[in-house]
């Protein structure tokens, strides 16, 4: 059998709040999408810049950190896995997704001491000193896998989201 890798290395910015359900288990599931930049030069020499939107789930009690501490805006590094699904929604229509089944999210601050010195990094930058982690790797059971029928606020019914 050859070799495979399915890992995950992304820092970028959460473009709303974390949404935060629990399975009937009672396991926290948290939701939320990053934006990730990247800046190139085109071959007519002009800089671009193009934006991917990525979706990030959370599992446990990282989900529930998640879902305590950050917000629209707040900058973070996920380390995790892709993971592709699909389903009937309400209309009928088959849909899929992939997201990113996070790992380990680690929580970044924009600024720090630099900024109370009055010299303020470029917005977006993340400054080494200013990395604040959260390492839940001590957390107790595993992360769970896939579950269905969660429950909680902001269930939306939309049948262009996935069905958590």
């Known amino acids: ?6 890992k995950v290395l992304l820092i970028g910015n959460l473009t709303r709040d974390p949404e935060l359900r629990y399975v009937p288990s009672g396991t926290a599931v948290a939701t939320f999408t ?3 930049n990247r800046v190139y030069t085109s071959q007519a020499g002009e800089k671009k810049e193009e934006v991917s939107f990525i979706r990030i789930v959370v599992w446990g009690r990282r989900a529930e950190v998640c879902g305590e501490y950050l917000s629209k805006g707040s900058p973070v590094f996920v ?5 592709s699904r699909s389903w009937e929604g309400q209309d009928g229509q088959k849909r899929s997704t992939t997201e990113v089944i996070a ?7 924009g600024a720090g001491p630099a900024a109370k010195a009055g010299d303020q990094p470029a917005k977006g930058d ?5 990395v604040a982690t959260i390492n839940l790797n001590e957390e107790i ?3 769970p896998g896939n579950e269905e029928n969660v429950k909680g606020p902001g269930k939306t019914g939309n049948a262009d989201e996935p069905p958590f």
């Not at 380390?79 to 993971?83: A, D, I, T, V």
């Not at 790992?103 to 601050?109: G, Y």
């Not at 993340?126 to 200013?130: F, G, I, L, N």
Request: charged share 15%.
């Open 103 to 109: 790992d380990n999210v680690q929580f970044l601050r």
């Open 141 to 143: 059971g595993p992360i």
């Open 34 to 36: 990053i934006a990730v």
């Open 126 to 130: 993340v400054v080494p000193q200013d």
């Open 79 to 83: 380390e995790g896995r892709l993971q």
């Open 1 to 6: 059998m050859a070799a495979s890798l399915n």
